[in-house]
């Protein structure tokens, strides 16, 4: 007799291929309670490991806090450096984000950090990842390629320049557009909507579509997330932590006579 197939882990690879957009925030304050709370309504949080003041301890805290939720913890390192992702990856995140993917290289540098031999070079060593997610250290290793995601961001004009080398290099799982410093890249610092980097979004997001990977972007309203649903954006992020506080006050004055 042969057991039967462990069900992956993570949840989403099943949502993109069923082209159901998801939705996600990615989490820049140390804070468990700040997790717990976005995790009871999105599909995906991003632990921010680039730009703001989490350490790992607290990375680990708030990948943990997602438990009980369907909702997905990954995280973003700070450059893409094969040491950055190990230790996230073995504390519980079911994908890395990584920056700054300009060339065939740096996505081949990437895809082979979280897969393990011989599929890649991720090292043994998932000492907590098994405790988030309830299963044995067999099973766990068991479907760990298949559960990480390897997210990769299009945020440089050369990437733009070289979207179609970069889209053909096997292993990534989601794409996603970084439109601030897309826009930082060409001098266009807090221009995002510049007919110049609208431009460059839609190279990006041309090539993106015709590779097949699902593609991924920042949605600040509505209206603009129906229409990146419309175009086949299958993973939207709606802001940060911080920036969801600012609306959710904003709106809570909305009519208050001040």
């Not at 040491?83 to 990584?98: R, S, Y």
């Not at 044995?136 to 179609?164: G, L, P, Q």
């Not at 439109?179 to 431009?199: C, F, H, Y």
Request: with cysteine; glycine share 8%.
């Amino acid at each position: 007799m042969t057991s039967a197939p462990l069900t992956p882990l993570n949840r989403l690879r099943k949502q993109w291929r069923e082209k159901r957009p998801t939705f996600g925030a990615i989490a820049t304050i140390p804070s468990i309670q700040t997790v717990q709370i976005m995790a009871q309504s999105l599909d995906w949080i991003i632990v921010d490991l680039e730009h703001g003041p989490i350490d790992l301890g607290s990375a680990h805290a708030m990948i943990v806090a997602t438990s009980g939720t369907p909702c997905v913890p990954m995280v973003r390192i700070a450059a893409n450096e094969p040491h950055l992702a190990k230790a996230p990856m073995d504390l519980g995140a079911l994908g890395i984000n990584f920056p700054m993917i300009c060339n065939a290289d740096d996505v081949a540098t990437a895809v082979r950090s979280v897969r393990y031999p011989p599929n890649g070079d991720r090292l043994w060593g998932p000492f907590h990842a098994p405790f988030r997610w309830g299963v044995s250290m067999n099973d766990y290793m068991e479907t760990a390629d298949d559960d990480m995601i390897c997210m990769i961001t299009i945020e440089h004009v050369e990437a733009v320049n070289r979207i179609d080398e970069i889209m053909a290099t096997p292993g990534i799982d989601l794409a996603v557009i970084g439109p601030g410093d897309l826009a930082t890249s060409i001098n266009k610092r807090g221009l995002p909507d510049d007919p110049e980097v609208v431009a460059l979004i839609q190279r990006a997001e041309e090539g993106i579509m015709k590779s097949g990977v699902p593609i991924g972007g920042v949605a600040r309203t509505a209206d603009q997330a129906n229409a990146m649903i419309d175009r086949g954006y299958l993973a939207l992020a709606l802001g940060f932590d911080w920036s969801l506080f600012q609306r959710g006050i904003t709106a809570a004055f909305a009519g208050i006579k001040r």
